[in-house]
């Protein structure tokens, strides 16, 4: 049981970066894996990124290899998503997610999810 909120989202021109926070709270992380996930307007959801907590272990979508990073702030129980060159395909809801999942990553199978911020990106 963790509770997430979502921080950072806005609106940035293509070619632009912008930096998502999702600060965790109510468990510690140790035992984790955290990710982002995103859902365009008349899509499902999208797995975007994961990490795992204990070790760091990355794992990324291929439509955002190369331009986003996935990182956490263990002092401050916060993963952030750092997005640069960003397009205006990813414009989108981003949501952070965790599972409890000691030392593996996936795409699939979260049970805890944050609010959602929204990410524009104009052409």
């Known amino acids: 049981q963790v509770q997430l909120v979502e921080s950072g989202g806005g609106l940035v021109q293509a070619g632009g970066s912008l930096r998502l926070s999702c600060a965790a709270s109510?468990?510690?992380?140790?035992?984790?894996?955290m990710a982002w996930f995103r859902q365009a307007p008349g899509k499902e959801r999208e797995f975007v990124a994961t990490?795992?907590?204990?070790?760091?272990?990355?794992y990324y979508a291929d439509s955002v290899k190369g331009r986003f990073t996935i990182f956490r702030g263990i002092a401050e129980n916060t993963v952030y998503l750092q997005m640069n060159s960003l397009k205006p395909e990813d414009t989108a809801i981003y949501y952070c997610?965790?599972?409890?999942?000691?030392?593996?990553?996936?795409?699939?199978?979260?049970?805890?999810w944050g609010q959602g911020t929204q990410v524009t990106v104009s052409s």
């Open positions: 997610a965790a599972k409890v999942s000691p030392n593996r990553v996936s795409a699939t199978g979260y049970d805890n």
């Open positions: 109510g468990d510690t992380l140790t035992s984790y894996a």
């Open positions: 990490i795992s907590w204990s070790g760091g272990l990355r």
